[in-house]
């Protein structure tokens, strides 16, 4: 299992294009990907459970894989965020 804090840096928040790149990308991968914010806890590959989490600029969000293919799909989850989804 991989865990990472990962922080939302795009300004719109995660909103209807980033949760849907979230997810497209989520759904790539064998493994499990969940986020967690505040104690919820929703699946990655999951459009309507990423926009439901109405995570904002700045809000820290706690991503587990679990899975065959883990270390990529963290790897690659992480660097969405870390682009700001290309918004920004």
């Known amino acids: 299992m991989i865990e990472k804090i990962l922080t ?3 300004r719109a928040g995660i909103h209807a294009r980033p949760a849907a790149i979230i997810a497209q990308t989520s759904n790539k991968f064998e493994s499990e990907i969940t986020l967690t914010r505040d104690g919820a806890t929703v699946n990655a590959k999951s459009i309507m459970g990423v926009i439901a989490m109405g995570a904002g600029y700045n809000t820290q969000l706690t991503m587990q894989v679990v899975g ?3 270390s990529e799909a963290a790897s690659v989850i992480e660097e969405l965020f870390n682009s700001r989804f290309e918004e920004d």
């Open 68 to 70: 065959p293919d883990e």
């Open 8 to 10: 939302v840096q795009n």
